[in-house]
Every structure is written in C-alpha cells, then in structure tokens.
C-alpha cells in the first residue's frame, strides 16, 4: 500500500505520497512523509517495519547529535538501517524488500543543491532525479513521465505530483488513497515547504473531472 513520487526540477525538488496504509488489517488514513534533521523521507512497505524504522532512525540521529552535516551520511544511515531490518524479516513476512524510502534533502543537510535519493529494500541507496515508487508506481509512471519534467519548477511539480497520486487513487489501485502531501525544497533553502491543502483539493478534483473526461480526448467519433 503506497504511492511515492519524487523528481528533481529546475529549482529544487518535489517528493509526494498517498497516505493509505494498512494496520492490524484494518485501512487507516496517515502521513507517509517524515522530517528527521532536516530531511524529508517518504516511506513504503509494511506499516509495522515503517514503525520500528522512524525509532531506530531517532535514534541514531540522537546518538549523532548535530554530526550529520550531508544528506550523503544520512543516505548511509538510512541503508544500514533498513538492510538490518530487511534481513531480519524478509523471510518472516515472506518480502524481499518490505520498505523502501525515498529521501530529499538539501546535499549539505542545511545548504546546497537539493537531492533525491531512492533507498531499496535490501540497503542500497541510488541518487534519483525521477520516480515513482510503491505498489501504484508502475500505474503512476504511464502519466507521470508525460506531467513532470525537470524544466518545471518545484511548486508546478509539486501540483502534477497531487494530480498524479490522485489520479491513481482508488480507482485505479485501490492500494493507493486518501489525501496526498506533497513536499517542496528548494536549492540553497533549507526550509521545507508543503503544498497548500487548497491546492491539493483542486488537483484532486481534477483528476477527478479528468477520469471521467477523458474519453472526450480520443478521436474514436463518440463523445
């Protein structure tokens, strides 16, 4: 259950996700995006792994104190944490990878350009300008390749990022839902910004008028 989209734009980056999970077998609605020292991380898998994954992550960043000065070493921490967790569970839970995390961050933590890095279930980590991740990645992608675009600023993809998770939403996987939140950080700008909930309710409405318009776009001679 997850959405994660991520891409690099011409002033900074943008990085969104669904905010459906499953607990206990129950569908609960919560976010999946978290800010540790001043990264965001956008989170997939298990909900229960996702848990213990934040508080062994406070954890070191306590340890550490104010030594984490690049997004490099948080990348480092963040793989050895999820190659523990993964080699502990992957054959109780019956999932090569049962968490995945997408991480934005500036590359010198409060200055310097902004980054994306894609963190894979076995602790391997990848520099990205690109993604989208999570059991509605595949569905994602088909649009997303054609909305985003490195040329575009940060807040116009952090709009297409909401269209696009919103469009995936329910109907077409029903593994992604609920409202999307959509993060913004921008080069040499160590504050970390959101999209407005205004804006996410018109970009879901949208793509709700988009679902049911589209036929209207094919030239098949019915409307």
């Known amino acids: ?31 999946k995006l978290f800010e540790k020292n001043n990264v965001v991380l956008a989170i997939e898998g298990l909900t229960g792994i996702r848990d213990d994954f934040l508080l062994l992550l406070d954890a070191e960043i306590s340890r550490r104190g104010e030594k984490i000065t690049s997004l490099y070493e948080m990348k480092v921490i963040v793989e050895d944490i999820i190659s523990d967790l993964t080699r502990r569970y992957k054959e109780r839970v019956g999932e090569a990878s049962p968490i995945g995390v997408l991480m934005a961050g500036l590359e010198g933590i409060t200055k310097g350009r902004a980054l994306l890095y894609f963190i894979h279930g076995i602790g ?16 994602a992608t088909s649009l997303a390749k054609y909305l985003l675009s490195p040329e575009l600023s940060v807040e116009e993809n952090a709009k297409l990022i909401a269209f696009v998770i919103s469009w995936v939403s329910e109907e077409l996987d029903t593994m992604v839902g609920g409202r999307p939140l959509i993060a913004m950080i921008r ?5 970390i910004t959101y999209l407005d909930d205004d804006v996410i309710d018109d970009m879901m409405d949208k793509a709700q008028i988009a679902k049911k318009e589209l036929r209207k776009l094919l030239p098949l001679g019915f409307s």
């Open 187 to 191: 080069d040499e700008d160590r504050s």
């Open 1 to 31: 259950m997850t959405l994660l989209v991520g891409i690099r734009c011409k002033n900074g980056v943008a990085a969104g996700a669904d905010s459906k999970i499953l607990r206990g077998g129950e569908v609960e609605y919560s976010e």
């Open 124 to 139: 391997y980590g990848e520099r990205v300008n690109f993604i989208c991740s999570g059991h509605g990645g595949p569905y």
